[in-house]
């Protein structure tokens, strides 16, 4: 199974900053991944689709990058809304699997 | 209006059954492919099982053998048979389409349905 490890996993930022959350996975994925946003009590969200396309709808200051094993999800200016935890996913192969989650906590 | 709406959930004992539903309203669930995601209490997301548009079928190691995901072109629902439960199956269940026949990432998310497997 293809292993999905994000970092940090827990996260404390303050409205206003440019927030990194790396995802890296244990062999190559090509560009086959998605990042999902959850909030406590609710269904994740879709954020970004093949690594770097943003899901219609989805603010701007949302940007996903990389392939093959390395990815990041960038968040430009963190705003109260999106603290959050977040989840990347590989759909390369099955099982697909998760990232544990990086909590995006307020500083 | 894009929807998914799942029910079914539940209290079970080990070694139980439960049926999850999903109904899906605005698409039609045999066009997409549709998955069942599952977050136990206070852990992560646990991607379950797929079904292809063709028919396919693909589950996680954890629950192969024991689950079976299927689908009612007719009634526009998707299922999860879930046999020979176990604790570690007590999770929040989502069910949740691609976009479209071929993706793979998930657009619509169902609210979730709770099922915990407890004596």
């Known amino acids: 199974d293809i292993q999905m490890t994000q970092s940090p996993s827990t996260l404390s930022a303050s409205v206003g900053d440019r927030v990194i959350i790396t995802c890296r996975a244990s062999?190559?994925?090509?560009?086959?991944l998605a990042w999902y946003q959850q909030k406590p009590g609710k269904a994740p969200k879709l954020l970004i689709y093949?690594?770097?396309s943003l899901e219609s709808g989805v603010s701007s200051r949302f940007s996903g990058s990389g392939s093959g094993t390395e990815f990041t999800l960038t968040i430009s200016s963190l705003q109260p809304d999106d603290f959050a935890t977040y989840y990347c996913?590989?759909?390369?192969?099955?099982?697909?699997?998760f990232g544990q989650g990086t909590k995006v906590e307020i500083k | 209006e894009v929807q998914l709406v799942e029910s079914g959930g539940g209290l079970v004992q080990p070694g139980g059954s439960l049926r999850l539903s999903c109904a899906a309203s605005?698409?039609?669930?045999?066009?997409?492919?549709m998955s069942w995601v599952r977050q136990a209490p206070g852990k992560g997301l646990e991607w379950v099982s797929v079904?292809?548009?063709?028919?396919?079928?693909y589950y996680a190691d954890s629950v192969q053998g024991r689950f079976t995901i299927s689908r009612d072109n007719s009634k526009n629902t998707l299922y999860l048979q879930m046999n020979s439960l176990r604790a570690e199956d007590t999770a929040v269940y989502y069910c949740?389409?691609?976009?479209?026949?071929?993706?793979?990432?998930?657009?619509?998310w169902g609210q979730g349905t709770t099922v915990t497997v407890s004596s």
């Open positions: 949740a389409r691609a976009p479209y026949s071929g993706a793979r990432w998930k657009d619509v």
């Open positions: 605005g698409f039609t669930v045999s066009s997409n492919y």
């Open positions: 079904i292809y548009s063709g028919g396919s079928t």
């Open positions: 062999q190559s994925i090509g560009s086959w």
């Open positions: 093949k690594a770097s």
């Open positions: 996913q590989q759909y390369n192969s099955y099982p697909w699997t």
